[in-house]
């Protein structure tokens, strides 16, 4: 119950399309969903966080789609750039704050080709 | 511009040696939480913090793992003895408490041979 599913694994797009990633959660307790972008050598850095009572965030060319009803949200990117190229992952966590932790996806490799 | 610092950035050590990974957590933040990452577990959480007293470390073995927080400005995560499997890359974090989320640290590629 406390996984978080997501996928695909690995992910190539072209220049300007649009990614999307998908994750599934089962657990109805956690209250608050932040994506990771980590590039190479570093460490995972909060890119975008929805909560449940919304059911689209935007910020920038980064959109979190929710629903809660299936239990699941993706995130997608617009007009991606090769500096996108990144691992991304979903987390699901009970604690809006950042104070509980962290259960991670398993993370996409995103490649976003010129 | 805060962030979290983690010492060493790598470390190669052999079998049966012991390891010692340090954190700086943000100044003020008062949730500390270590993370191990590898191609096959991806991102595991092996222990947290709060207030510098220990909330949860059922992610870490035991018998070799130990994690404490002898003040607010410093975590540490301890291997000993270290193992081959024990390779991977260890995330320290820290809570912000104010809705956007956790911070990560550079992270300690740590390899066993």
């Known amino acids: 119950q406390q996984q978080v599913k997501q996928s695909p694994q690995s992910l190539i797009v072209q220049k300007g399309g649009i990614p999307i990633i998908n994750c599934a959660y089962e657990?109805?307790?956690?209250?608050?969903f932040p994506w990771y972008q980590q590039f190479p050598g570093k460490g995972p850095a909060l890119l975008i966080a929805?909560?449940?009572?919304?059911s689209e965030k935007k910020e920038g060319r980064f959109t979190i789609s929710f629903n809660k009803s299936a239990k699941q949200f993706s995130l997608h990117i617009m007009d991606s750039q090769p500096g996108d190229s990144a691992t991304y992952f979903c987390?699901?966590?009970?604690?809006?704050?950042?104070?509980?932790?962290?259960?991670f996806g398993t993370g996409t490799r995103l490649t976003i080709i010129p | 511009d805060a962030r979290v610092t983690q010492t060493p950035r790598h470390k190669v050590t052999e079998m049966g040696q012991e390891v010692t990974m340090r954190c700086q957590p943000i100044?003020?933040?008062?949730?500390v939480f270590w993370y191990r990452q590898t191609m096959m577990q991806g991102l595991e959480l092996l222990a947290y913090?709060?207030?510098?007293?220990?909330?949860?470390d059922s992610g870490m073995p035991k018998d070799r793992f130990s994690a404490e927080m002898p003040d607010a400005t410093l975590a540490t995560l301890k291997i000993q003895p270290s193992e081959p499997r024990d390779s991977a890359v260890y995330f320290c974090?820290?809570?912000?408490?104010?809705?956007?989320?956790?911070?990560f640290g550079p992270g300690t590629r740590l390899t066993v041979t």
């Open positions: 974090a820290s809570g912000l408490g104010e809705g956007v989320g956790q911070y």
């Open positions: 657990n109805t307790a956690f209250d608050y």
């Open positions: 929805i909560r449940p009572d919304v």
């Open positions: 987390a699901a966590t009970r604690d809006v704050f950042g104070n509980e932790k962290l259960t």
């Open positions: 100044l003020g933040h008062n949730t």
């Open positions: 913090f709060r207030n510098r007293a220990p909330l949860d």
